[in-house]
């Protein structure tokens, strides 16, 4: 069975560092580029940050850009997201996704295979 498993989330301070992790089975994903999003609550899923399938080329959107950082270990089928300074409006769930294709995109339909989503919650 092909899946993604989001895990790292929890409760934080305003201010502090969280690191989600993707791991990915059932198939390699290395030709893949990846992407995170997020739901807040009462609101619409969003784009956060892609990484290309080699993880040359990101693309993080304006409010965590600096803050947020993605990366990739295409040997361990894995993909993270360094959140540092988080704030609470970026409470949320966060998750993964895998894209078809090598580069990465912005949009939902982009993606083919999503992770079941992790809680992460920044209280000030």
């Known amino acids: 069975q092909v899946r993604l498993v989001e895990s790292g989330g929890g409760l934080v301070q305003a201010g502090a560092s969280l690191k989600l992790s993707c791991v990915a089975s059932?198939?390699?994903?290395?030709?893949?580029?990846m992407g995170w999003f997020r739901q807040a609550p009462g609101k619409e899923r969003e784009f956060v940050i892609s990484?290309?399938?080699?993880?040359?080329?990101?693309y993080a959107i304006d409010s965590v850009l600096g803050r947020f950082f993605i990366s990739r270990d295409n040997a361990e089928n894995a993909v993270y997201l360094q959140m540092n300074s988080l704030k609470p409006e970026d409470t949320a769930v966060y998750y993964c996704a895998s894209a078809p294709t090598e580069g990465w995109g912005i949009e939902e339909d982009d993606y083919d295979l999503w992770g079941q989503g992790i809680q992460v919650t920044v209280v000030s």
């Open positions: 990484v290309s399938y080699s993880g040359a080329s990101t």
């Open positions: 059932g198939r390699t994903f290395s030709r893949n580029a």
